[in-house]
C-alpha cells in the first residue's frame, strides 16, 4: 500500500498557479495500478481517495502513519466503487461480491478488509474514498438499482445525465461520507453547468468511461477565477468548498462523486449564476 499526503491550498494562492502546479495540487493521475493499493490522503475534509486493483492475488487495507491508528477504519468509514471487473470485498470474514458498478460502504471499526478480482485477466478496480467517522453504521452493498436516482439536464443543454446517490442518508447511512455516481447520456457531455459551491463539504470527482484518447476539461476554482485542467481516464480531481467542480468530455463518460464535511444535504449548494462566472 503506498499512500502520499495533499496539503491544502489558499484561493488566493490558487489564482497564482501554473498549470503543473494546479496539476500538482488538485489532480490525482493515477489510482489503479497493478497489485497495489494506492491512496492520496488530503487535507480537505481528510480525505483518503483511491485505488485497490487485485492482480495476483488478494490486497489488503493497512494503515500507516498518516492515518494515526492501528487500524485503517478505527476512525475512519470508507465507500468502495467497482470500475473494473468482478470481484470480491471481504470485511471481517463477510464477502461482498461486487459486479462493476456496485458500491459498498464500509463501517468505522471494522478490522479486515482485503480486495479480490474474480478473473487476474479482467481485474476488479475498486475505487475508495474515505472520511473520518465518529460512529459506527453497518457495512452495507449498494447497487445501482438501490440509489436513489435523480435525472438532470437535457440534450438541448449537452447534459442529460443520470444521478445515482448510493451513500446517502435515504439509502445508506454514513457518518460523513455522501457518494454516487452519474451517467451521462451518449451525445451529453457536460457535467453540473450551471455550477455551485458549497463551503461546508469538500468533493472529489473520478472520471472514468472515456476512451483512451478521450479527455474531460474540468473546471475548478472561484467562481470569478476559473481555472481549467485536462482529465483523462480514471484520474480523479480534488474539489475544496470554495471551488465550483464541472467539466465538459470530448465525449460522454462517468463519474463518481464523494463528499464529506459539515452536513450530508446533496441539495445544499451554492448555485453560481452563468452570468457571474469568470
Ligand atoms: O451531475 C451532477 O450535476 C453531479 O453529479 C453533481 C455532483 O454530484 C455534485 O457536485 C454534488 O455536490
Ligand atoms: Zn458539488
Given at each position: 500500500?503506498?499512500?502520499?499526503?495533499?496539503?491544502?491550498?489558499?484561493?488566493?494562492?490558487?489564482?497564482?498557479?501554473?498549470?503543473?502546479?494546479?496539476?500538482?495540487?488538485?489532480?490525482?493521475?493515477?489510482?489503479?495500478?497493478a497489485?497495489?493499493?494506492a491512496?492520496?490522503?488530503?487535507?480537505?475534509?481528510?480525505?483518503?481517495?483511491?485505488g485497490?486493483?487485485?492482480?495476483?492475488?488478494?490486497?489488503?487495507?493497512?494503515?500507516?502513519?498518516e492515518i494515526?491508528?492501528?487500524?485503517?477504519?478505527?476512525?475512519?468509514?470508507?465507500?468502495?466503487?467497482?470500475?473494473?471487473?468482478?470481484?470480491r470485498?471481504?470485511?471481517?470474514g463477510?464477502?461482498f461480491?461486487?459486479?462493476?458498478?456496485?458500491?459498498?460502504?464500509?463501517?468505522?471499526?471494522?478490522?479486515?478488509v482485503?480486495?479480490?478480482?474474480?478473473?487476474?485477466?479482467n481485474?476488479?478496480?475498486?475505487?475508495?474514498v474515505?472520511?473520518?467517522?465518529?460512529?459506527r453504521?453497518?457495512?452495507m452493498?449498494?447497487s445501482?438499482?438501490?440509489?436513489?436516482?435523480?435525472?438532470?439536464?437535457?440534450?438541448?443543454?449537452?447534459?442529460?445525465?443520470?444521478?445515482?446517490?448510493?451513500?446517502?442518508?435515504?439509502?445508506?447511512?454514513?457518518?460523513?461520507?455522501?457518494?454516487?455516481?452519474?451517467?451521462?447520456?451518449?451525445?451529453n457531455?457536460?457535467?453540473?453547468m450551471?455550477?455551485?459551491?458549497?463551503?461546508?463539504r469538500s468533493?472529489?470527482?473520478?472520471y472514468?468511461?472515456?476512451?483512451q484518447?478521450?479527455?474531460?476539461?474540468?473546471?475548478?476554482?472561484?467562481?470569478?477565477?476559473?481555472?481549467?485542467?485536462?482529465?483523462?481516464?480514471?484520474q480523479?480531481?480534488?474539489?475544496?468548498?470554495?471551488?465550483?467542480?464541472s467539466?465538459?468530455?470530448?465525449?460522454?463518460?462517468?463519474?463518481?462523486w464523494?463528499?464529506?464535511?459539515?452536513?450530508?444535504d446533496?441539495?445544499?449548494?451554492?448555485?453560481v449564476?452563468m452570468?457571474?462566472?469568470?
Open positions: 500500500m503506498k499512500i502520499s499526503v495533499r496539503q491544502v491550498s489558499h484561493p488566493d494562492a490558487v489564482r497564482t498557479f501554473d498549470t503543473e502546479t494546479l496539476r500538482g495540487q488538485f489532480l490525482i493521475p493515477s489510482l489503479f495500478e497489485d497495489e493499493i491512496l492520496t490522503y488530503s487535507h480537505i475534509d481528510r480525505l483518503v481517495v483511491g485497490a486493483t487485485p492482480v495476483a492475488g488478494p490486497l489488503t487495507l493497512e494503515s500507516s502513519k494515526g491508528s492501528d487500524t485503517f477504519l478505527k476512525r475512519r468509514e470508507l465507500g468502495v466503487v467497482n470500475v473494473g471487473g468482478a470481484g470485498v471481504v470485511v471481517d463477510t464477502a461480491d461486487l459486479a462493476p458498478r456496485d458500491g459498498l460502504y464500509v463501517a468505522m471499526g471494522s478490522a479486515d482485503r480486495f479480490e478480482s474474480a478473473d487476474a485477466a481485474p476488479a478496480k475498486f475505487y475508495l474515505s472520511a473520518p467517522a465518529h460512529a453504521h453497518e457495512t452493498k449498494i445501482l438499482e438501490q440509489a436513489r436516482k435523480v435525472t438532470l439536464g437535457d440534450i438541448a443543454q449537452s447534459n442529460d445525465r443520470t444521478i445515482y446517490q448510493m451513500i446517502h442518508p435515504e439509502v445508506c447511512r454514513s457518518c460523513q461520507l455522501v457518494l454516487g455516481m452519474t451517467v451521462l447520456k451518449p451525445n457531455m457536460w457535467n453540473t450551471p455550477c455551485h459551491t458549497h463551503d461546508r468533493e472529489v470527482y473520478l472514468f468511461d472515456l476512451p484518447d478521450g479527455r474531460v476539461f474540468h473546471f475548478m476554482g472561484e467562481p470569478t477565477e476559473t481555472r481549467h485542467m485536462v482529465i483523462a481516464n480514471e480523479a480531481v480534488l474539489s475544496p468548498g470554495w471551488s465550483i467542480h467539466g465538459v468530455g470530448t465525449s460522454n463518460y462517468t463519474f463518481i464523494a463528499m464529506a464535511g459539515d452536513n450530508q446533496f441539495t445544499d449548494m451554492d448555485m449564476p452570468t457571474e462566472l469568470r
